[in-house]
């Protein structure tokens, strides 16, 4: 019998270990299309196409991420030309607006993230695969 330790099987391995494999798959096939994205500028984006214009600080509270991570992937997908910063209502922020070039990738984007989570639950129970969604948005 191949038995786990006890650390392994704590929920909070668990869902590491499930985010990075997620994770790992999309990234994978975001460049199997020619797309230079990641799952973390993947949520920063999503966040964007249901809302945007939205400041760093709403964008790191929604992704739950500090302000300096934030800004460097606003960086980052700034240089590829997703987004652009705005002057904002406060001289002291901005807005970051999404591009037409993000605009341009928007459903393939949601097509791949599609993909990878048909890939990755693929022979899980449906019933099964709702109710461990269910569990999870109630701890989140």
């Not at 499930?18 to 299309?33: D, G, K, M, P, S």
Request: include cysteine; proline fraction near 2%; charged fraction near 30%.
């Amino acid at each position: 019998m191949n038995a786990q330790p006890a650390s392994e099987r704590t929920l909070g391995h668990l869902a590491g270990l499930v985010a990075h494999a997620l994770a790992w798959q999309l990234r994978r096939n975001f460049e199997a299309e020619g797309l230079d994205i990641t799952h973390a500028q993947l949520g920063l984006l999503s966040d964007l196409f249901l809302e945007d214009g939205l400041t760093q600080q709403q964008l790191a509270s929604k992704v739950w991420k500090d302000k300096a991570a934030v800004k460097r992937m606003v960086d980052l997908l700034e240089e590829k030309g997703y987004v652009e910063r705005r002057e904002g209502d406060d001289p002291r922020s901005y807005r970051v607006c999404l591009t037409a070039k993000a605009r341009e990738i928007e459903n393939d984007l949601r097509r791949i993230s599609d993909t990878t989570m048909r890939q990755m639950t693929d022979g899980i129970d449906p019933d099964e695969l709702e109710t461990c969604i269910r569990v999870l948005s109630k701890i989140q």
